[in-house]
């Protein structure tokens, strides 16, 4: 059986840049691993709260986090912004001072071109519409109608657990275009998504290409 990596660990270094830029010493590593993890968990939950969205997409692509010694640089990359500025215009600042503690914290807040060609949005999305019991066929077919909208040359969407409520778990898949994943230098965007639904767990993973 074919071993499945991890498509943005693979292509580290190529096509894929890191998310955290910092250095530390070994005995502190772990102390800014975890900083990390309590800022996007921060971040998440606060826009999970203040964005009043009818779809039930949060429209956070990736948070990326640069540190120097005396400053904290979040970038936020999010697909609809101005929906996060125009419910809390103080919102930003609101986030700044729940999150600075020794080093001054500063955020930046910025718009990707075409939020349905993300995989975390478009997995946002795909779950928003199983937890109101769409058939799962259906939102993965609205799915790829969205990223074909968004200019990508392929996409592969796949739903895992209870599908449809049924007493066995299976897996369902369906791919559109190319997904070249054995192709180093292909820019490839990988997410993988949890959502709870009433029967149970289902996980989501997208790959883009």
Known sequence: MGQKINPLGFRLGTTQGHHSLWFAQPKKYSEGLQEDQKIRNCIKNYVQKNMRIPSGVEGIA???IQKR?????VI???GFPKLLIESRPRGIEEL???LQKERKLNIAITRIAKPYGNPNILAEFIAGQLKNRVSFRKAMKKAIELTE???TKGIQVQIAGRIDGKEIARVEWIREGRVPLQTIRAQIDYCSYTVQTIYGVLGIKIWIF
Do not use: K, P
């Open 62 to 64: 990736r948070i990326e």
């Open 69 to 73: 010694i005396d400053l904290i640089q």
């Open 76 to 78: 936020i990359f999010m």
């Open 96 to 98: 700044q001072t729940n």
């Open 149 to 151: 909208q968004a200019d």
